[in-house]
């Protein structure tokens, strides 16, 4: 049996450590080509030595670090700002896997899509800021997209065998974040560790504070209406606090399928590096019965004003999803690094979006211009 081969990109991540631990647990039957991480050069050094991919890139800094320390190894460092397209399209590659953060996503999504390759996004902001323009190039070059952000791969596997034009509604649920129920009043007394505290997932820092805002829901509502060609308004936000069932789709008839697991990432993850198959994971099932019961609510968007915000983005498309994206992005660094409260992310984010003329049927250079656009604006209300 021929080996499935493997490049991850953000393989220092929360994501990239899961994608490693399910590859590990099938050694004949993955092989890793190529990894990419940004900073964190130590960490790929162990993954160097553990997985032997013939190329790895990493920020310059790291480098030299890494050619001193896996001297002897047949592994090409390169530079991950100026080579992470050519890893994302290695010919030795069927599968990329999109675990690194933010829009920089954006051009090795696009280098893989065009190379053919079957691409595993749990990356949100590459189809966020141009999902029209990857899901087009992803049909020209036949390349498959298997979702692995948990709510998007529910929503794939719900609708595996069955008849899209039936589909009525997707039901997206969210857990609520680490704020569902604390009162607004409080939310900027709230220590940064405090928001970090996400009650289900244990996430990248910048996921876990878009899931307090819930900006990171409305991020997979612009997500699932390009994965899934529907609209805006076929899709419902649901709070589901227990957070075991990861989405549901209605169809026509009344049927809803849902997809349910506990929270463990290994579980989208290795449903896409196994699809179509299914594979024993070791993770453990769900007791119904300690359970008992799932709730459900509607989201509250006043106290959770980025989510209405993003929606709002996706009816309207064009170049506002990436001034949304960037300008979150800026507003969420501040947050972490203390220059900004909590509720002064969705302050800066709303100011740089009403400023914002949007450009409709975007290319990728509007995109990507309206991204640093959104990034100086939201770092001028910041900082000036
Ligand atoms: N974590 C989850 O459970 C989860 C669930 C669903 C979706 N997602 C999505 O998956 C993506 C990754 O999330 P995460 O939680 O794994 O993030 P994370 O833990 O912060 O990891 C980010 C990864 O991206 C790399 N990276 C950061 N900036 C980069 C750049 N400019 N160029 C190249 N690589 C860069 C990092 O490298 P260094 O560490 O070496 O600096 C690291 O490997 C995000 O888009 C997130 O929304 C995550």
């Not at 080509?33 to 013939?54: D, K, M």
């Not at 990329?96 to 902001?125: D, H, W």
């Not at 604390?182 to 899931?211: C, N, Y």
């Not at 606090?241 to 989208?268: C, K, N, W, Y």
């Amino acid at each position: 049996m021929t080996r499935k081969r493997i490049v991850i990109l953000g393989s220092t991540g929360s994501i990239g450590i899961n994608t490693l631990k399910v590859i590990e647990r099938f050694p004949q039957q993955f092989q890793v080509v190529g990894l990419t991480a940004c900073n964190n050069y130590r960490l790929l050094e162990q993954q160097i030595h553990r997985f032997a991919p013939s190329h790895v890139a990493v920020a310059k800094q790291g480098m030299d670090y890494l050619r001193r320390h896996v001297n002897g190894r047949k592994t090409k460092i390169s530079d991950v700002s100026a080579d992470i397209e050519e890893i994302a399209s290695l010919t030795s590659a069927d599968m990329v896997v999109i675990a690194m953060q933010g829009s920089a996503a954006l051009k090795p999504f696009l280098s893989a899509v065009r190379a053919g390759k079957t691409v595993a996004p749990a990356n949100k902001e590459a189809l966020v800021v141009a999902g029209n323009i990857l899901m087009k190039e992803a049909e020209r070059h036949k390349a498959r997209i298997i979702p692995i952000d948990s709510e998007q791969s529910a929503i794939f596997q719900c609708l595996e065998g069955q008849d899209r034009r039936r589909l009525k509604r997707i039901c997206l649920t969210a857990s609520g974040g680490a704020l569902l129920n604390v009162p607004e009043s409080r939310f900027d007394q709230l220590a940064v560790h405090e928001i970090l505290r996400h009650p289900r997932w244990k996430m990248g820092k910048r996921i876990t504070v878009d899931s307090a805002t819930l900006m990171n829901k409305g991020f997979e509502v612009i997500e699932a209406q390009h994965l899934f060609r529907c609209r805006v308004e076929d899709i419902e936000v649901v709070i589901h606090p227990e957070a075991i069932i990861h989405s549901m789709v209605e169809f026509q008839d009344g049927s809803i399928i849902a997809q349910m697991g506990i929270t463990d990432m290994r579980l989208p993850i290795q449903y896409a590096l196994t699809y179509p198959e299914r594979w024993k994971s070791g993770l453990k099932g769900i007791d119904f019965f300690k359970l008992k019961r799932l709730s459900f609510e509607k989201p509250d968007l006043e106290k959770f004003p980025s989510l209405a915000l993003a929606i709002y983005a996706a009816r309207n498309g064009g170049t506002l999803p990436s001034v949304l994206n960037a300008a979150d992005e800026t507003a969420v660094d501040a947050f972490l690094g203390g220059n900004i409260p909590f509720t002064g992310i969705y302050k800066v984010v709303e100011k740089v979006a009403r400023k914002h003329t949007i450009v409709r049927s975007p290319s990728l250079k509007d995109v990507l211009e309206a991204d640093q656009w959104a990034r100086e604006e939201a770092r001028g209300f910041i900082y000036h």
